[in-house]
């Protein structure tokens, strides 16, 4: 399906990021996985060696000044292009707004909302320009893809996630204004709002998590939240499918929207979320 593609996926070493990168190389893509631990990513890109696609990871903070560009650099160094870009990377910092500080507060923003913009504009000679030389010429316009991770957060506002509310609804707009400004090149752009996926993310917090940065805290949901999400009761009163969906089927969802049997979708928002907030 997606023979010959090259697929950029940020935040890809573990959880939803991972399956998405393992799923889009079983589907006949190379990989560039990125993570913030370079070791973590590094691991990640040899599994997806390991299962027989080409693989390398480029490490580091999304929310680092230039990363777009040394991502975008890198892709085209080793594949020369790129067809599907994956902005995945994320992060929690939670707290109720009227102790939310600056800080916590930008960062999240940072994190979910100017990196994506930053690593899409990067990314720009290699899909937006790589598809406009093409109507130039006259040729046939290839099928280039970005997926933007958004967040049932961002579509209907969360207890103690002003921030990364705003982020994850911000993600919509931006999805929205590419598929505009891109799809005349070509360029589809579509959003995937994900719900209670069984991650680290959506499990306790009391642990290290080297996914975090040194000015967050440890990700996860605070242990009695985390413990209610886990509660069959809680999931069968909010979740119409009651239960948590997996990160392979949080890829799945990805992998449609990557797909050319979604060619003709663009500016859209695909919730996966077992039915949580309908």
Request: charged share 20%.
């Amino acid at each position: 399906m997606l023979a010959h593609k090259v697929a950029v996926v940020t935040g890809a070493g573990r959880g939803i990021g991972l399956s998405i990168a393992k799923l889009l190389a079983r589907q006949g893509a190379s990989i560039v996985v990125n993570d913030l631990d370079a070791g973590i990513a590094e691991q990640a890109a040899a599994s997806v060696r390991q299962d027989g696609a080409e693989a390398i990871s480029v490490p580091g903070s999304v929310a680092d000044d230039g990363f777009g560009e040394r991502l975008a650099q890198e892709t085209s160094d080793k594949f020369g292009r790129a067809d599907i870009l994956v902005n995945n990377a994320g992060m929690l910092w939670d707290g109720m707004l009227h102790t939310m500080d600056d800080a916590q507060w930008q960062k999240v923003l940072d994190v979910h909302a100017t990196a994506p913009f930053r690593i899409i504009r990067a990314f720009a000679p290699l899909l937006r320009d790589a598809g406009k030389a093409e109507v130039l010429d006259g040729t046939t316009v290839q099928d280039r893809s970005i997926i933007n991770v958004s967040s049932t957060s961002g579509l209907h506002g969360n207890l103690g996630q002003a921030n990364y509310a705003l982020a994850k609804a911000g993600v919509l707009g931006l999805t929205k204004t590419v598929a505009k400004e891109w799809g005349p090149f070509g360029v589809r752009c579509n959003s995937v709002a994900f719900g209670m996926v069984d991650t680290r993310m959506t499990q306790s917090n009391d642990g290290d998590d080297s996914e975090a940065d040194d000015d967050a805290p440890p990700q996860g949901l605070p242990p009695d939240v985390a413990a209610m999400w886990s509660s069959p009761k809680m999931l069968k009163m909010a979740v119409p499918l009651q239960r948590k969906g997996t990160p392979d089927e949080a890829a799945g969802a990805v992998l449609m929207l990557a797909s050319p049997y979604a060619s003709y979708i663009t500016g859209a928002t695909l919730e996966c979320t077992g039915g949580m907030g309908i």
